[in-house]
């Protein structure tokens, strides 16, 4: 029975440390977990639809959900929505007007002149990458329901030249 009680002994300040280390990380995994989803989120933006904004080959940038929960996104800022034709992706893309504003586009740029105008409904909000000439958004698929913008992109991190604000370029 002493050799337990002297194993415990020896053992005792090891297994302790080992639990305030373990209950440490814990925590910052919690507190990671909590600002990534409600506060700041890093997102891979790439594809020509946002040119010459974003980089074609990709930029990071950070975005922010606090603005899309307050309902503080207006026509300007470029949003991560959830994709109205496939939930499974994301899209960015810039507000080009809110519930209640009416908005003229270009039906099909590439081939024509002919312009379509459309009142955004309650709720909605109307999306458009500034390359229209390569930008599936609100003119194939309609204004995007409000829930459906995942937040707001506000810096741009990488690559490093690039380093700095989007907003209102």
């Known amino acids: 029975m002493s050799r337990l009680f002297q194993f415990v002994r020896q053992w005792k300040p090891i297994i ?26 890093p997102v891979l933006v790439y594809g020509p639809s946002m ?15 606090l603005s899309q929960k307050f309902g503080k996104v207006g026509p300007g800022d470029v949003v991560v929505v959830r994709s109205p034709e496939n939930p499974r992706k994301t899209v960015t893309k ?3 007007a809110v519930e209640g504003e009416s908005v003229t586009f270009l039906v099909e740029p590439a081939l024509s002149d002919r312009s379509h105008t459309v009142v955004v409904p309650r709720g909605h909000v109307w999306i458009q990458g500034d390359n229209i000439y390569s930008s599936r958004d609100s003119r194939q698929f309609g204004p ?15 690559p490093p030249d690039a380093f700095g604000s989007l907003s209102q370029e």
């Open 51 to 65: 040119l010459p904004t974003l980089n074609l080959t990709g930029d990071v940038v950070l975005v922010e959900h």
């Open 94 to 96: 810039r507000i080009v």
């Open 144 to 158: 995007v329901p409000y829930g459906l913008i995942l937040g707001k992109a506000f810096w741009r991190v990488w």
């Open 16 to 41: 302790k440390e080992g639990f305030s280390q373990s209950f440490l990380i814990a925590k910052f995994l919690c507190l990671l977990h909590v600002t990534n989803t409600h506060v700041c989120t």
